[in-house]
């Protein structure tokens, strides 16, 4: 089942991001299989086609977007409380909600 994680970081956790960066991305190694699809957003201005994900880049993050194929919401909520991030509470909104796609047309 799909489910989407959204999260909207608090104002000011460009340096608690980069900091977190290598944690995060080790962790969400494991949840790749997972992931349908995902990425950050950045604040306005950030040029996407020439971004860097590396410690300076990722202080112009400030949220990301997830879809995953888990089998339940359990499944979902477990992935987003035990990343880095969430565990260094760098983010100010959570939505795990199921996900209905629509486009393109499965």
């Known amino acids: 089942m799909l489910f989407v994680i959204a999260r909207r970081d608090k104002l000011g956790m460009g340096d608690k991001r980069a900091e977190l960066l290598a944690a995060h991305a080790e962790y969400q190694q494991a949840f790749m299989p997972l992931i349908t699809f995902g990425g950050g957003l950045v604040e306005d201005g ?8 590396g410690e300076e880049g990722i202080r112009k993050v400030t949220g990301n977007v997830l ?4 089998p339940d919401r359990a499944a ?7 990343d880095p991030y969430t565990l ?11 996900f209905l796609q629509r486009v393109p047309p499965i």
Not at 67 to 70: A, F, N, Q
Not at 88 to 98: A, D, H, K, N, Q
């Open 46 to 53: 950030t040029d996407v086609e020439n971004f860097i994900y």
């Open 67 to 70: 879809v995953l194929d888990v």
């Open 76 to 82: 979902a909520v477990a992935m987003h409380s035990n």
């Open 88 to 98: 260094g509470g760098i983010f100010e909104t959570v939505i795990i909600e199921p």
